[in-house]
């Protein structure tokens, strides 16, 4: 498994007792899902930051979305693996 978003979101159940754990691979969906968003918050980054050089001033409304993406990243990455 050469995808580490997908292997990011595998559940491994513990066994119960001398058996081996058991993953259960998330959906293609959600893999999907998580790279668009990472993907769209690496874009906004890259806008915030030309818009920093070039105008030079903060753009709150791309702050927000980058922060609201990554919130949305970690718990759907936390929530996924309990």
Known sequence: MTD?????????????TGKRAREEEPSPRLVLGVKFAITFTFSL????????ALIGTWNSEVFAAITGLSG?????LISQKT
């Open 4 to 16: 580490w978003v997908k292997r990011a979101l595998t559940r491994r159940k513990k066994p119960s």
């Open 45 to 52: 980054s890259a806008i915030e930051i030309a818009h920093l």
């Open 72 to 76: 949305t990243i970690m718990g759907i």
